[in-house]
Structure formats: structure tokens, C-alpha cells
């Protein structure tokens, strides 16, 4: 069994940065594809953001040059690190081992004025 904790939302103005972490116990960490989504109440939850046990990064086109990606093997910890955020970055950001349907509990990002 994983356990994926989110941490690193909050309240911030448009234009700002954030950087969220995802902790990983158990499991096989460095084997995993690990994903970012995020959900807004009423829509599909979206993937935002991907990366491959070997490192490679994939991104949604809403995300593309403003969000990045990257992963810590040594903590078991995946990160997104989010620069020039707009309102309708607004959404419950989850962390996800893909394919295994192991989920965080997800952390709120809030992006206003």
C-alpha cells in the first residue's frame, strides 16, 4: 500500500508561484510514472502534469511553460512548481502513482486578488 500526502497549497495573487510536494511511503517509489491533477467542483479531474520513472515530463497544453515537474527518488517526493498562476489555475491539486490508483488526499490552490 502507497500513502501520497500533498502539501504546499494555498492562497496566492495572480502572477505568483507556488510549489507543491508530494510525499510517498510505501510502495516502489522510483518505479512509478507519478502525475499532478487537479479538480475544480462540478468538472472532470484534469492531469496537469507527468513524470516517468525515467524522467520524462509531460505536460497539459493549459499548464505547458508555466508549471514544472520534477522528482526526488532519494525522499520519495515529486514536486510542481507553478510560476506566472491565474485564476483559473483555482483547483484541488492532487498527486497520483499512475496506473496503480494510489491518490492523495489533495491540496487546495486559490489564486485571486
Known amino acids: 500500500q502507497v500513502e501520497l500526502v500533498e502539501s504546499g497549497g494555498g492562497l496566492v495573487q495572480p502572477g505568483g508561484s507556488l510549489r507543491l510536494s508530494c510525499v510517498a511511503s510505501?510502495?516502489?517509489?522510483?518505479?512509478?510514472?507519478m502525475a499532478w491533477y487537479r479538480q475544480v467542483p462540478g468538472k472532470q479531474r484534469e492531469r496537469v502534469a507527468a513524470i516517468t520513472s525515467a524522467s520524462t515530463l509531460i505536460y497539459g497544453s493549459s499548464v505547458k511553460g508555466r508549471f514544472t515537474i520534477s522528482r526526488d527518488n532519494a525522499v520519495n517526493t515529486v514536486y510542481l512548481q507553478m510560476t506566472s498562476l491565474r485564476p483559473e489555475d483555482t483547483a484541488v491539486y492532487y498527486c497520483s502513482a499512475e496506473g496503480y490508483g494510489y491518490w492523495g488526499r489533495g491540496t487546495q490552490v486559490t489564486v485571486s486578488s
Open positions: 510505501g510502495g516502489s517509489f522510483r518505479l512509478y510514472t
